[in-house]
């Protein structure tokens, strides 16, 4: 059993990867999710985050409602070993049949990275009453000291003109990317940034979070 090791710096690089998959499979993919058939919830926020609740305050961030589909998730613990350390025990991965039944996705994932899927999710915005610039600030991993690597992938599966906004930890803005059909953006999963809603017509994005070693110890 291998202790966990320290986190490393925020990666503040952002990679934009036009065109990313191949046209005709990214087509099919994007039709099946962007279909009436398509199974998605309602989620009153785009995040949230107790600990936040300060900098919400200070901020006066705006959240609007989201519609959401889970589509894997693995939950797991943080525990401490027989050697007096702490590591992470991986309990349960959670799968939607939509992984498989999404034309494409499995193979969308190994073109993406060779790590494993931690979170995977299909995030849609509407255009919404007097919505802020820009949501809530956040990250989709808070816990790089324990030790993993985490990067955040969003593959956007429409053009629209809800951006998605970067942030330096002072919440300065330091980059917005429009979104654009088959265009993928990866980032460190610890980097604070928010989308937005769109002003016309919907904003569908699938939201993959990837690690390295989350099938076993490191």
Same mark, same amino acid.
């Given at each position: 059993?291998?202790? =966990? ?10 990679? +934009? *990867? ?5 046209? +005709? ?7 099946? #999710?962007?279909?009436?058939? !398509?199974? %998605? /919830? ?6 949230? !985050? ?13 959240? /609007?409602?989201?519609?959401?589909? /889970? %589509?894997?998730?693995?939950?797991? %613990? /943080? ?15 959670? #799968? *939607? ?7 494409? =996705? *499995? ?28 949501? +809530?600030?956040?990250?989709? +991993? ?23 906004? !970067? ?5 300065? #803005? %330091? ?9 993928? #953006?990866? !980032? ?31």
């Amino acid at each position: 059993m291998k202790k =966990l090791n320290p986190a490393k710096p925020i990666d503040m690089t952002i990679k +934009v *990867h036009e065109n990313f998959f191949d046209v +005709v499979k990214f087509t099919r993919l994007q039709k099946f #999710i962007l279909s009436y058939n !398509f199974d %998605i /919830t309602f989620a009153p926020g785009t995040s949230y !985050f107790p600990s936040m609740k300060k900098q919400w305050e200070e901020n006066k961030w705006q959240e /609007t409602p989201q519609m959401c589909r /889970t %589509i894997f998730y693995r939950k797991g %613990i /943080t525990g401490i070993g027989e050697d007096g350390e702490p590591h992470n025990f991986n309990q349960m991965v959670l #799968i *939607h049949d939509y992984y498989w039944k999404i034309p494409h =996705l *499995h193979e969308l994932v190994l073109n993406m990275s060779n790590l494993d899927i931690y979170r995977m999710k299909v995030n849609l915005l509407m255009p919404y009453p007097n919505a802020p610039e820009y949501h +809530v600030p956040h990250q989709d +991993v808070a816990w790089g000291e324990r030790g993993r690597e985490y990067k955040s992938f969003l593959n956007y599966l429409n053009d629209s003109d809800g951006d998605t906004f !970067f942030f330096d930890d002072q919440n300065n #803005i %330091i980059q917005r990317q429009t979104p654009k059909a088959n265009t993928m #953006i990866e !980032f460190d999963s610890r980097m604070l940034h928010a989308s937005s809603n769109p002003t016309q017509g919907p904003r569908y994005v699938l939201n993959t979070v990837m690690s390295d070693s989350l099938l076993g110890l490191d």
